[in-house]
């Protein structure tokens, strides 16, 4: 089964830029999905098909991805900023939905 | 808009049935853009998605999970539900319904239901 690989923790200081990765076997070649989940809320889609943004998340939120890396960016970190932010992909193969570990992001 | 709601007994002992309804509102489950998901978070870990049906019925499961897990779809109630069978504590967690878009393509989980906290214990 497809695997997705997260860094537990990423911390930055207000105003500062975080990026978090998101590994996998030619992830490249996938649509990477990112979501933002804060403490007793649902997940939130920030980012879509790599570096697509819905309707309402600020311009700060931004994807990349090619071969066995995904990022997402979070420019000009704010305090709200804080959260778990998990990546997700479809494997194509079996069609199962795989999520990585999570990152938790620290504003220091 | 579309708004996501689950439903279901917080508190399951072991080795019964855990069963969730989720409840569609403002959108229909008989549209053809969408799967509709279950997605579980046991507490302090992350996210595990456990299947998706269509609107037709069509379901795919976590190879993980697939000998356990039920969803099915009612479209007269504009609602689509998850059973586990045989549950343990592990199954303790937080379960979501989400949608999903698949047309022109497969795509993220654009929505999802507040979630509710399902215990396992006798």
């Known amino acids: 089964s497809y695997v997705l690989t997260q860094p537990p923790s990423v911390s930055v200081a207000p105003g500062q830029t975080a990026r978090m990765t998101c590994g996998g076997d030619n992830i490249g070649s996938k649509s990477v999905h990112w979501y933002q989940e804060k403490p007793g809320q649902a997940p939130v889609l920030v980012v879509y098909?790599?570096?697509d943004r819905p309707s309402g998340i600020p311009e700060r939120f931004s994807g990349s991805n090619s071969g066995n890396t995904a990022t997402l960016t979070i420019s000009r970190v704010e305090a709200g900023d804080e959260a778990d932010y998990y990546c997700?992909?479809?494997?194509?193969?079996?069609?199962?939905?795989?999520f990585g570990g999570g990152t938790k992001l620290t504003v220091l | 808009q579309v708004q996501l709601q689950e439903s279901g007994p917080g508190l399951v002992k072991p080795s019964e049935t855990l069963s969730l309804t989720c409840t569609i509102s403002g959108g229909s489950v008989s549209s053809g853009s969408y799967y509709w998901s279950w997605i579980r978070q046991p507490p302090g870990k992350g996210l595990e998605w456990i299947g998706y049906t269509s609107y037709s019925g069509r379901a795919n499961y976590n190879p993980s999970l697939k000998s356990r897990v039920t969803i099915s779809v009612d479209t007269s109630k504009n609602q689509f539900s998850l059973k586990v069978t045989s549950v343990t504590a592990a199954d303790t967690a937080v379960y979501y319904c989400?949608?999903?878009?698949?047309?022109?393509?497969?795509?993220?989980?654009?929505?999802w239901g507040q979630g509710t906290m399902v215990t396992v214990s006798s």
């Open positions: 098909d790599d570096s």
């Open positions: 989400a949608r999903e878009s698949v047309l022109p393509a497969i795509g993220p989980f654009d929505i």
């Open positions: 997700q992909v479809w494997d194509s193969s079996s069609d199962p939905r795989v």
